[in-house]
């Protein structure tokens, strides 16, 4: 007897489909269950009955030799074909993947570029784009998920849902199939076909096994090309043959209620997931929104906010009106959000984007179990997470560490060897406390980490021997200063012994083979930084502070060289420099390297030709060091800004030397009068020329110190002035005859 083919065309990740889909499977007993996903799954498509398994999870499927190249397959609590893989393997019913297999798909995307989760190309028709949209549309709508939401989801009766489906569909693809549309023949159109291809040739393969009764689960716009009458075999087994393939393994990962906000795999994404997973549990009835208001309520009282019994009340009241007026059985998502920002929260918008993040989008994070396919890497970094009590979390989260406790400080090891590793679960943040022992980071697990897992698996089965490794090559590779030294920091946190060896040799070299003065530099600060952390890490300073030592003394040599003529754009560079290099040592507390600094600063003072920027900063960290009397720098300024002197080099070293420090020039009884008398005795053109370059440096003052020294500008004019209008004799007469103009504009009688 011929076999029954029932094609259910779903949405990807909707509840509504789930429920209908169910209901349909129960009553049809298929005794096959194919499903739109890649065929590398079936190998641990049993998983999914695991006790351990907690959606949302993700099928992925990466190339073995290139793990880059992956694809992902997610699944919620919700999707419909979570539902039929689970239906079968509950019932010992066959189930398996029907699409084309990833190991193709890869290597097509490798070939034409089209990565899975990529935005479609603004040529490709709109209906194929998105034909719940256009339907939408049609409906008059103008989001494709609310009327999906409406018209399927939030249903109550499920007979004919798949029947009106297929029907839209074919009518869609009818009018698309003579489109003149740029992507018919390029590459989505190809694998498009493949993959219809491939799901027609699945469906042939279960009926020449002897199935009788074939329910195939896939993407509602596939199923007018896999309903009855199928094309002839041959010109699908033609359109398949040579296509390109890569080696693939395929296992479970977690997943996140956020991540199925967005496209990915089959380009399935639901705008509203925790809504979805809310519709799952509590039905599409009015519980389903008195639930989901008391739920948001929960939420901001939770975090502070006041939400009472009687608000919860009165937003489910105006929820079930809207709903009402617009023509709704029960309120949908549009009318609960409208009725809590009105209700709940008075139309603050700040609460209500905490009501969607946790909410609407949701924040759960799924499970898969220890049994499942995996890298040994991630086997030891699951270890390493349940030691050190940092599980994976979907949402962001601060967590403040002090170094002296051995658990916080191995937390901290473990979030640098991953970052060494490219896997970024962890995001240094300023920490609110001082000194060396306080780290903060912005913990956040995404899906995509996983693969960033299996992809630093080449370098070893540990997080310590594969980060070891990574440092390593990562060190042999640098070319540039700098970066060494950023990176040699990273390996001391990381506590990599054997890689920060590494590093240091190849500093060393590049250190003595450096001729730009400038990169010296540059690598001197976070190398500082570096020394210090060691206190706390208990690394070993003796040979990174050799190498430290060995820059200053090279950058103390060949400074003045390189500041000696330098153009505005460079002055400022060698302005950070200077600072950064200041601050580095000074914080180190090396008297010798110290004292060696400053006689580096000292010597490009005294340089003849030096820019006013870079002189003027110089003489500035001299003065706060205490290496400067007050008549040397009153000397200093005096040469500085003497006649005759360029303006503008003049109002460069004002800027070195005061940027940032108006309390300087508050206090200090002998800087004021040089500068106003340089200022006073300037022609009228360079004082022109100056005034926007001293704005400048005024403009880093602090509001008080500019208040401050506006008044003490103000006050010696003032008696000037007084003193001036004292030697004018008084004429009574003349003020005599103001008085009838000036009574008349008053309003008053004389």
Not at 73 to 88: N, T, Y
């Amino acid at each position: 007897m011929p076999a029954d083919v029932r094609v259910f065309g779903i949405r990807h990740h909707g509840p509504g489909s789930a429920r209908s889909l169910d209901a349909a499977l129960g009553a049809f007993a298929p005794d096959v269950v194919l499903v739109e996903g890649p065929p590398e799954g079936d190998a641990v498509l049993a998983l999914a009955a695991h006790p351990d398994m907690r959606p949302p999870v993700a099928l992925l499927v990466y190339a073995a030799d290139e793990p880059r190249q992956a694809g992902y397959w997610p699944f919620a609590v919700f999707s419909p074909e979570w539902i039929a893989v689970r239906h079968a393997l509950a019932r010992a019913v066959p189930v398996r993947f029907i699409d084309l297999p990833a190991a193709h798909q890869l290597a097509l995307d490798a070939e034409h570029e089209v990565a899975h989760d990529a935005q479609v190309e603004p040529t490709v028709d709109p209906v194929r784009r998105d034909p719940l949209g256009a339907l939408a549309r049609a409906a008059g709508y103008a989001d494709g998920e609310r009327w999906w939401e409406h018209l399927v989801e939030e249903r109550r009766d499920h007979a004919g849902v798949f029947d009106a489906v297929a029907d839209a569909m074919t009518a869609l693809r009818a009018a698309t199939d003579g489109d003149d549309d740029r992507d018919a023949t390029g590459p989505r159109a190809r694998v498009e076909a493949l993959r219809e291809a491939w799901m027609r040739q699945g469906i042939r393969q279960a009926t020449r096994e002897g199935h009788a009764r074939i329910a195939v689960v896939c993407g509602a716009w596939h199923v007018p090309a896999l309903a009855a009458p199928l094309p002839p075999a041959s010109a699908d087994a033609a359109l398949l043959r040579g296509l390109p393939k890569l080696k693939v393994q395929a296992t479970w990962i977690p997943w996140t209620a956020a991540r199925l906000a967005r496209e990915s795999g089959y380009g399935a994404g639901v705008a509203s997931p925790g809504w979805y997973a809310h519709l799952w549990t509590h039905g599409a009835g009015a519980d389903a929104a008195t639930a989901w208001m008391t739920d948001a309520a929960r939420l901001l009282r939770d975090e502070g906010l006041a939400a009472s019994s009687a608000q919860v009340i009165d937003a489910v009241r105006l929820a079930t009106t809207l709903g009402a007026l617009r023509g709704r059985p029960v309120p949908g998502l549009t009318e609960l959000t409208e009725a809590a920002e009105s209700a709940l929260v008075g139309g603050d918008a700040t609460p209500m984007a905490l009501v969607r993040d946790r909410l609407i989008v949701g924040t759960a994070i799924g499970a898969v179990p220890a049994d499942a396919p995996s890298v040994p890497l991630q086997a030891a970094l699951a270890r390493e997470q349940k030691r050190l009590r940092l599980p994976p979390e979907a949402l962001d989260r601060v967590l403040e560490l002090d170094l002296r406790t051995p658990l916080d400080r191995d937390r901290s090891v473990l979030l640098h060897r991953l970052l060494v590793l490219d896997v970024p679960w962890g995001a240094s943040e300023r920490s609110a406390g001082k000194g060396t022992f306080k780290e903060a980071w912005k913990l956040s697990w995404r899906p995509e980490l996983a693969l960033a897992v299996i992809e630093a698996a080449r370098w070893g089965n540990t997080v310590p021997d594969a980060a070891a490794a990574r440092g390593a090559e990562l060190a042999e590779r640098a070319e540039d200063l700098p970066a060494l030294a950023r990176l040699l920091g990273r390996l001391l946190l990381a506590d990599v012994p054997a890689a920060t060896a590494r590093a240091l040799a190849r500093l060393d070299a590049l250190a003595a083979m450096a001729s730009d003065v400038a990169v010296l530099a540059d690598a001197i600060p976070s190398l500082a930084r570096t020394l210090r952390y060691g206190d706390v890490r208990g690394t070993d300073r003796d040979v990174l502070g050799h190498v430290v030592a060995g820059l200053v003394a090279r950058l103390a040599a060949g400074m003045p060289a390189a500041v000696a003529s330098l153009d505005d754009d460079a002055a400022r560079g060698w302005y950070d420099r200077l600072v950064a290099v200041d601050d580095a040592i000074v914080r180190l507390g090396d008297e010798a390297l110290i004292t060696l600094w400053r006689e580096a600063l000292a010597r490009v003072l005294a340089l003849p030709a030096v820019h006013g920027l870079v002189a003027g900063r110089a003489c500035r960290l001299l003065v706060d060091a205490g290496a400067m009397t007050s008549e040397d720098t009153e000397r200093r300024w005096a040469t500085a800004i003497a006649r005759g002197t360029d303006p503008a080099h003049v109002a460069a070293f004002i800027e070195g030397f005061l940027r940032d420090a108006g309390t300087l020039l508050v206090h200090d009884a002998t800087l004021w009068p040089l500068l106003d008398a340089w200022l006073a005795a300037l022609p009228e053109d360079d004082f022109s020329a100056a005034l926007p370059l001293l704005r400048r440096t005024f403009a880093t003052f602090a509001a008080p110190e500019r208040r401050k020294l506006g008044e003490r500008a103000v006050a010696p004019a003032s008696r000037a002035h007084a003193a001036s209008a004292d030697a004018v004799p008084f004429d009574a007469a003349r003020a005599a005859a103001t008085l009838p103009t000036l009574a008349l504009l008053l309003g008053v009688e004389t």
